[in-house]
Antibody, heavy 115, light 110 residues
Framework: EVQLVESGGGSVQPGGSLRLSCAAS????????MSWVRQAPGKGLEWVAN???????KYLNSVEGRFTVSRDSAKSSFYLQMNSLRAEDTAVYYC??????????WGQGTMVTVS | QSALTQPPSASGSPGQSVTISCTGSNNDVGGYNYVSWYQQHPGKAPKLMIY???KRPSGVPDRFSGSKSGDTASLTVSGLQAEDEADYYC??????????FGTGTQVTVL
């Protein structure tokens, strides 16, 4: 069964850092397009970052330079390193597996509170 | 990276149809046939319902269908059922190899 499980969320002060993890099972991470999507409390979905199959990265303008995606194929894990956190980064963060054009598989999400 | 525009709400009685619009620009919806739609129940993760404008993943009922004309995509839910009551979001691949989501539509089954 294809599954994604996020962890690493929590509360942090403005300016602080957190690293979110996404454990993948049922598929090969290194052959997959992966993304992070977030949802602020009571708000809509917002795409945050992509990692392509070739390892290249793309970011939402407002997180460029503060957030970094990475993967560890040996651990079958996908990560989001978040630095210089702001109140407006408060959200549930979902990792998602893309079939290039859409987000086919989603994790259950992990909450990040910056306060 | 501006959000795509959706109506805040839509509703219909059981058995009826409801259509949700998703308006972008030539840099996203109008420029690519890569529009997808997601269903989200309260407290749950989103679920893919339609991808590449018209395609349905395995397991999604054929009551859900998608279309696109110019810069506007649409999701139609036919034969509304109680379990279709949820928030729906569109998304599009956009210039610069990024993605943008819609503002979301709350669907109510009367």
């Amino acid at each position: 069964e294809v599954q994604l499980v996020e962890s690493g969320g929590g509360s942090v002060q403005p300016g602080g850092s957190l690293r979110l993890s996404c454990a993948a099972s049922g598929f090969t991470l290194s052959n997959s397009w992966m993304s992070w999507v977030r949802q602020a409390p009571g708000k809509g979905l917002e795409w945050v970052a992509n990692m392509q199959r070739d390892g290249s990265e793309k970011y939402l303008n407002s997180v460029e330079g503060r957030f970094t995606v990475s993967r560890d194929s040996a651990k079958s894990s996908f990560y989001l390193q978040m630095n210089s956190l702001r109140a407006e980064d408060t959200a549930v963060y979902y990792c998602a597996r893309r079939a290039y054009t859409a987000f086919h598989i989603w994790g259950q999400g992990t909450m990040v509170t910056v306060s | 990276q501006s959000a795509l525009t959706q109506p805040p709400s839509a509703s219909g009685s059981p058995g009826q149809s409801v259509t949700i619009s998703c308006t972008g620009s030539n840099n996203d919806v109008g420029g690519y046939n890569y529009v997808s739609w997601y269903q989200q129940h309260p407290g749950k993760a989103p679920k893919l319902m339609i991808y590449e404008v018209t395609k349905r993943p395995s397991g999604v009922p054929d009551r859900f269908s998608g279309s696109k004309s110019g810069d506007t995509a649409s999701l139609t839910v036919s034969g509304l059922q109680a379990e279709d009551e949820a928030d729906y979001y569109c998304s599009s691949y956009a210039d610069g190899q990024v993605f943008v989501f819609g503002t979301g539509t709350q669907v109510t089954v009367l």
